[in-house]
């Protein structure tokens, strides 16, 4: 074994924000690296035990949007990496919320020996330019169609070159009991069918973070989607028919509607990554979540 070799088999990660995404991601990395330390953050006591019993780390850590708490901050910032997966929740909360939350976690950064950081952002803010997008085309909040997500991504790569920040965009995430056609069975005379996905399954999410935490952060921005973009109709019959539901009716519309195809070409330079859910078509569901 060789001194890299250690060395890397020792991270320390944080993961803020240990939820729906993260805590599959945490037994992922646990499980192919036996002498990783992996912390996760919760703002649910009920939680707690769960982490614990898998091997993470558990603190409960609410932010209002700063930390309620300090206890435990310290040494949960006392990392190597730092994953930071805090949902926006833009519609919930006040305008500004979110991007006080993420300066409240840099002021943590700022204190701490953190040097590798990857930040889950969402490709919600690209506007529908009717054409395919790539990561060049949102730089500033102006042109965002989420212009907090933006000042938060921009807060962070401020960090550089001090530390090395990767930005995710994650397209619509999926998988288990997220099912798109729950969300949508027996609606009539929808106009949206037509529209091209942007989705990514979580597993494909977890094991594409995983490859960057292995192979070494890039101070790039990234968007992260399924390489098929099949239509939404497709997509809404395919899973209601899976778990007899009633599909959703189509009607035509008077024009085309608005779309994007989130382009997936800068991260498949960057990174070797096979997807295990390449087409939405064929992603995996249960009605229980197995995985979290």
């Not at 939680?47 to 700063?66: C, E, H, R, T, W």
């Not at 899973?239 to 989130?262: D, H, L, M, R, Y």
Request: glycine letters at 6%; charged letters at 25%.
């Amino acid at each position: 074994m060789t001194d890299n070799d250690s060395k890397v088999e020792k991270k320390q990660i944080s993961i803020l924000g240990c939820g729906w995404l993260g805590f599959p991601l945490a037994q992922r990395l646990l499980s192919q690296h036996s002498t990783w330390e992996i912390n996760g953050s919760t703002t649910s006591m009920l939680k707690m035990n769960g982490f614990v019993q898998k091997g993470i780390s558990a603190y409960m850590l609410p932010m209002n949007p700063d930390f309620v708490t300090k206890e435990g901050l310290d040494t949960f910032f006392d990392v190597d990496t730092l994953l930071i997966s805090l949902p926006p929740r833009l519609t919930k909360n006040e305008p500004g919320f979110y991007v006080k939350q993420i300066e409240s976690v840099i002021a943590e950064i700022n204190q701490s020996r953190i040097r590798d950081i990857i930040f889950i952002s969402s490709t919600g803010i690209y506007p529908e330019l009717n054409r395919i997008v790539v990561e060049d085309d949102v730089k500033t909040p102006e042109e965002s169609e989420s212009p907090e997500m933006v000042v938060a991504e921009n807060l962070l790569i401020a960090l550089r070159p001090d530390r090395n920040v990767s930005i995710l965009r994650l397209g619509g995430l999926l998988g288990y009991n997220r099912i798109p056609g729950k969300y949508v069975q027996g609606k009539k005379d929808m106009t949206t069918g037509s529209i091209p996905v942007n989705y990514i399954h979580r597993d494909d999410a977890a094991g594409i973070i995983a490859t960057i935490l292995e192979t070494g952060i890039s101070n790039e921005t990234f968007n992260v989607v399924a390489p098929v973009h099949t239509t939404r109709r497709e997509v809404y019959e395919t899973s209601c028919a899976q778990f007899g539901w009633e599909a959703p009716t189509f009607a035509e519309a008077n024009e085309q509607p608005e779309f994007k195809v989130i382009s997936g070409e800068k991260l498949d330079k960057h990174y070797c990554y096979a997807f295990k859910f390449p087409d939405p078509l064929q992603f995996y569901y249960s009605l229980e979540d197995h995985g979290a």
